[in-house]
């Protein structure tokens, strides 16, 4: 399987422990292209969220469900990263528009200090 960047995927996350997420959600594909392309199983991904109180946070962007290829508006959660086994991914939903990746973008830079 090949997957890239700015794809919102479905993915099992198993089971949530304290603050991380869990359950069947949706993750937006973040990781390098030339990652996505090589030999590793996994992929990092941002965990996606349709609770829009999220949106207050500092660097999270909101993803609306016509753009996303979701059922419902989203927040793209900059603070849970997300590393996922390509075998957990279940179901491509769509792919993010590259003006709403730079926001992310901008979210990664603000909460890993790049």
């Known amino acids: 399987m090949v997957v890239s960047r700015g794809e919102v995927w479905w993915a099992e996350l198993g089971e949530p422990g304290g603050s991380e997420p869990g359950y069947p959600r949706p993750v937006l594909v973040v990781q390098a292209e030339s990652f996505n392309r090589s030999r590793l199983p996994t992929v990092i991904g941002i965990a996606l969220t349709s609770n829009t109180r999220y949106l207050d946070a500092p660097g999270n962007v909101l993803l609306p469900a016509y ?4 059922p419902k508006d989203s927040v793209a959660n900059v603070t849970q990263l997300v590393t996922v086994d390509e075998d957990y991914l279940t179901e491509r939903a769509g792919r993010v528009p590259r003006s709403l990746m730079r926001r992310v973008d901008d979210g ?7």
Request: charged letters at 25%; glycine letters at 10%; proline letters at 0%.
């Open 67 to 70: 753009r996303s290829g979701l």
């Open 108 to 114: 990664l830079r603000l909460v890993l200090d790049l």
